[in-house]
T-cell receptor
Framework: DSGVTQTPKHLITATGQRVTLRCSPRSGDLSVYWYQQSLDQGLQFLIQYYNGEERAKGNILERFSAQQFPDLHSELNLSSLELGDSALYFC?????????????FGSGTQLSVL | AQSVTQPDIHITVSEGASLELRCNYS??????LFWYVQSPGQGLQLLLK??????LVQGIKGFEAEFKRSQSSFNLRKPSVHWSDAAEYFCAVGLSPTSGTYKYIFGTGTRLKVLA
């Protein structure tokens, strides 16, 4: 058990809808990362937060947004969903978000857009 | 641009055989280097990491990796593969900021199949 909790584990929705994925980082970790994993794109970095502030942004679509709350949990909001958004979304956490730290991954949220 | 390349998408080996998974990176300096493993239905777990010093690093589950600066490579090895090693393996690099932003980049992964 990595200590990172992601909910829900599975999500099935329709095109055009909006969903929220939730992540609770490992106790004591201040930084949260979001990744999208699909068969054709591999593991794509979306966004990183540190202590409530956005630290780095990757290949995140404008339809997607995220935030980290004062209790350090994070939410990834996906709107106007398209079929191509179907993927496994991972959250990871680390202590301070520096590049020499290992990441602790949650088990992911499998999103299916029908 | 910074990148991580894992040239082998799939690898199949027999149980007991040796294994080498390749990883090359593109970056102006030596990054922080990592190997992660993802078992089916699970998140990624760190196998080992390299920051500096001895270029041969030992990790969990009997894995080791060697950093070769001249080749910009960080290949993962195991002398004798077990059936439980079947998983997907990701190479990753952590980059210190040149423009104020840390980066943590993953390769596309290598899926390992182990034959009994």
């Amino acid at each position: 058990d990595s200590g990172v909790t992601q909910t829900p584990k599975h999500l099935i929705t329709a095109t055009g809808q909006r969903v929220t994925l939730r992540c609770s980082p490992r106790s004591g970790d201040l930084s949260v990362y979001w990744y999208q994993q699909s068969l054709d794109q591999g593991l794509q970095f979306l966004i990183q937060y540190y202590n409530g502030e956005e630290r780095a942004k990757g290949n995140i679509l404008e339809r997607f947004s995220a935030q980290q709350f004062p209790d350090l949990h994070s939410e990834l909001n996906l709107s106007s969903l398209e079929l191509g958004d179907s993927a496994l979304y991972f959250c990871a956490s680390s202590g301070t978000g520096r590049p020499n730290e290992k990441l602790f991954f949650g088990s992911g949220t499998q999103l299916s857009v029908l | 641009a910074q990148s991580v390349t894992q040239p082998d998408i799939h690898i199949t080996v027999s149980e007991g055989a040796s294994l080498e998974l390749r990883c090359n990176y593109s970056y102006g300096a030596t990054p922080y280097l990592f190997w992660y493993v993802q078992s089916p239905g699970q998140g990624l777990q760190l196998l080992l990491k390299y920051f500096s010093g001895d270029t041969l690093v030992q990790g969990i589950k009997g894995f080791e990796a060697e950093f070769k600066r001249s080749q910009s490579s960080f290949n993962l090895r195991k002398p004798s593969v077990h059936w439980s090693d079947a998983a997907e393996y990701f190479c990753a690099v952590g980059l210190s900021p040149t423009s104020g932003t840390y980066k943590y980049i993953f390769g596309t992964g290598t899926r390992l199949k182990v034959l009994a």
